[in-house]
């Protein structure tokens, strides 16, 4: 995964950027066969009303006037009024920069050009978040955790996607 830019942060070699109350508001896909940037956002307001869910830069639930515009850097997610509500923009090779408000009722995140707003006044700036399972995660109760780790693998539980290393009982023919 590229870096991910937020405000003054950065974000690398994590597998989910930012996790709300269990749901995850924005996150950046392999680009397409053309090498075009392709993200799914979920863009809500100040108070938290959905405004847009995107899926690989389409529209996939929206309130009436809200577009998708993207090109080969770009994906953002505008108003009726041509107003940027949120935007994912490859600046280099390695790096994409976010900005929007993201969240679900009750539990919003504004990512600007200098901080990342958190819930309850708080900003963050300035800050590297490496190699966790979920960079930042705020949940309905408002806890906020940054560089949450993968959780190991429960024991007794065994995840392959190569047949060859199941037991013969369970093949399938």
Aim: aromatic share 2%; charged share 20%; net charge positive.
């Amino acid at each position: 995964m590229p870096r991910v830019i937020i405000g003054s942060n950065t974000i690398t070699n994590c597998s989910q950027v930012i996790l709300i109350a269990g749901t995850e508001v924005f996150r950046l896909r392999q680009p397409d066969t053309e090498g075009q940037l392709v993200a799914d956002f979920l863009v809500c307001d100040a108070t938290g009303t959905l405004l847009a869910r995107t899926a690989r830069n389409v529209i996939v639930q929206s309130v009436a006037g809200v577009v998708v515009r993207h090109s080969p850097t770009v994906s953002e997610v505008l108003d009726g009024a041509g107003q940027v509500l949120a935007r994912a923009e490859q600046i280099d090779a390695e790096s994409v920069r976010l900005t929007g408000t993201f969240g679900v009722p009750g539990t919003v995140l504004e990512a600007t050009a200098e901080v990342l707003r958190l819930p309850r006044q708080g900003t963050i700036s300035r800050c590297t978040i490496a190699g966790t399972g979920t960079a930042i995660e705020v949940q309905a109760q408002g806890a906020i955790t940054f560089g949450k780790p993968i959780p190991p693998p429960r024991p007794g539980f065994r995840v392959t996607n190569d047949v060859r290393a199941l037991p013969q009982k369970q093949r399938r023919p």
